[in-house]
């Protein structure tokens, strides 16, 4: 679409790059909320039912809160009435100043009819008639847009996570779209972690609680840590269960999840389940994943 100058910074140095805008906006049931939803989990800061007349301002908050560079989503539908009939001129005025991208998502009839009878929702334009009267009314009202959308994704044959898919390929970043791994290392005797993917138990290796210099230590401490991994199976252990979570981590990504938590327990959260939680952790980082340790248990003893 359009793009104003770039803003300057406070101190009057060099301009400061404005981060994106992205506008979406489409028939109603195509996706707009799934788009606007993967929009937020790429780091979007994204308003929703906005009138096209406050883009400008909507903009210059964020600006201000936020800094030029958060990049930001609105969603502009017919919901906004009269409004929406002045958002083509906004952007072609590039008032908000930054590089926009209008996003329009498009079904066919007989899929969206599908939907919103799913949805159990009237069409906001059908009025007293049929919901094809009202679809019928969106097309003719969005025609202009359409035709001037930088990016139409036709949602009649995908579903939730390859609408994801398509979102995160068009705007997602190499940071955003990356898989971020938690290790996190817990207590049997305190509960699993509720939001765990994958819990593996540490419980079969030799407690170092029971070897009296290697009790007050932590898995954190190279001894303790030494004396863990250097149990019979240890190796064969860790290097199958890479492979699992390396396989288990595309299959993520390819479902549109960027989130894992992996938790290590043992008996008491204090040694071999830390030690083991950082030899995971060291050895998915060095494989190049987002992979950080916590310790939740560490200390209550």
């Given at each position: 679409?359009?793009?104003?100058?770039?803003?300057?910074?406070?101190g009057?140095?060099?301009p400061?790059?404005?981060?994106?805008?992205?506008?979406?906006?489409?028939?109603?049931?195509?996706?707009?909320?799934?788009?606007?939803?993967?929009?937020?989990?790429?780091?979007?800061?994204?308003?929703?039912?906005?009138?096209?007349?406050?883009?400008?301002?909507?903009?210059?908050?964020v600006?201000?809160?936020?800094?030029v560079?958060?990049p930001?989503?609105?969603?502009?539908?017919?919901?906004?009435?009269?409004?929406?009939?002045?958002?083509?001129?906004?952007l072609?005025?590039?008032?908000?100043?930054?590089?926009?991208?209008?996003l329009?998502?498009?079904?066919?009839?007989?899929?969206?009819?599908?939907?919103?009878?799913?949805?159990?929702?009237?069409?906001?334009?059908?009025?007293?008639?049929?919901?094809?009267d009202?679809?019928?009314?969106?097309?003719?009202?969005?025609?202009?847009?359409?035709?001037?959308?930088?990016?139409?994704?036709?949602?009649?044959?995908l579903?939730?996570?390859?609408?994801?898919?398509?979102?995160?390929?068009?705007?997602?970043?190499?940071?955003?779209?990356?898989?971020?791994?938690?290790?996190?290392?817990f207590?049997?005797?305190?509960?699993?972690?509720?939001?765990?993917?994958?819990v593996?138990?540490?419980?079969?290796?030799?407690?170092?609680?029971?070897?009296?210099?290697?009790?007050?230590?932590?898995?954190?401490?190279?001894?303790?840590?030494?004396?863990?991994?250097?149990?019979?199976?240890?190796?064969?252990?860790?290097?199958?269960?890479?492979?699992?979570?390396?396989?288990?981590?595309?299959?993520?990504?390819?479902?549109?999840?960027?989130?894992?938590?992996?938790?290590?327990?043992c008996?008491?959260?204090?040694?071999?389940?830390?030690?083991?939680?950082?030899?995971?952790?060291?050895?998915?980082?060095?494989?190049?994943?987002?992979?950080?340790?916590?310790?939740?248990?560490?200390?209550?003893?």
């Amino acid at each position: 679409m359009t793009a104003g100058s770039a803003p300057t910074t406070p101190g009057g140095g060099a301009p400061a790059s404005p981060g994106e805008l992205v506008v979406v906006t489409g028939m109603t049931g195509a996706g707009r909320s799934t788009a606007a939803k993967e929009l937020e989990d790429l780091g979007f800061y994204v308003v929703d039912n906005l009138p096209s007349s406050l883009l400008p301002d909507v903009v210059r908050l964020v600006d201000q809160g936020r800094g030029v560079q958060q990049p930001v989503a609105v969603v502009i539908d017919v919901r906004s009435g009269a409004f929406f009939d002045s958002l083509q001129s906004t952007l072609a005025r590039g008032a908000t100043g930054r590089r926009t991208t209008l996003l329009f998502l498009e079904a066919n009839d007989e899929v969206l009819v599908r939907r919103q009878d799913a949805a159990r929702r009237p069409h906001p334009l059908q009025g007293g008639g049929r919901l094809i009267d009202g679809l019928t009314r969106e097309r003719k009202v969005l025609e202009g847009l359409r035709g001037d959308a930088d990016l139409v994704i036709d949602t009649s044959d995908l579903n939730v996570h390859q609408l994801t898919k398509r979102v995160a390929e068009a705007f997602g970043t190499r940071d955003s779209t990356r898989l971020q791994i938690t290790v996190v290392s817990f207590g049997f005797k305190y509960g699993i972690p509720v939001d765990a993917d994958y819990v593996a138990d540490m419980r079969w290796l030799p407690n170092p609680h029971w070897v009296p210099e290697l009790r007050p230590q932590t898995g954190r401490d190279a001894p303790v840590s030494a004396y863990v991994l250097g149990r019979d199976g240890v190796e064969r252990f860790l290097t199958e269960y890479l492979t699992v979570l390396e396989t288990v981590a595309a299959g993520y990504l390819s479902e549109g999840k960027r989130f894992m938590t992996v938790a290590i327990g043992c008996t008491g959260g204090k040694h071999r389940s830390v030690a083991m939680t950082e030899e995971i952790t060291r050895r998915l980082v060095e494989r190049r994943y987002d992979a950080h340790a916590t310790h939740r248990d560490l200390g209550r003893e």
